[in-house]
């Protein structure tokens, strides 16, 4: 961590359950041999200069559950993610689900092909606010 803040990033970080009843459902959807993480939705990051200072606002948020609609899916050739209706300072709010061999989570945020869900089968992903 940088000595000017005390956080990389805020996230809303997916229930253990909600993340098994996906991967359950969605397994199929992840390429063999990628790397799973289906772990959080960054709601800032510590470099984003022109937000930093709206981080008060997740500070007394935490511990706190943290509902996201989820209204798309994304891939590239490295990564994998559902974009989601969050509380959060990303141009495009996701959850990386996996990654390409090599490629790190970062990527998700490259993704340019997104295909929206119709909403009658979109469905609800649940969090815990915190911070890394």
Do not use: Q
């Amino acid at each position: 961590m940088e000595k000017d803040n005390d956080f990389i990033y805020y996230g809303a970080f997916i229930s253990e359950k909600d993340r098994e009843t996906f991967l359950k459902k969605c397994n199929k959807l992840i390429p063999e041999g990628w790397t799973v993480y289906f772990d959080h939705c960054t709601l800032l990051h510590h470099s984003d200069v022109k937000h930093r200072e709206h981080a008060w606002v997740y500070e007394r948020l935490l511990g706190k559950e943290h509902t996201m609609l989820v209204t798309s899916i994304g891939k590239s050739d490295k990564a994998l993610a559902l974009g989601v209706a969050a509380a959060s300072f990303n141009d495009m709010p996701h959850i990386t689900i996996a990654t390409a061999p090599h490629a790190k989570p970062v990527e998700s945020n490259n993704i340019t092909a997104w295909s929206i869900i119709p909403p009658e089968l979109r469905f609800t992903i649940t969090g815990k606010i915190d911070k890394k």
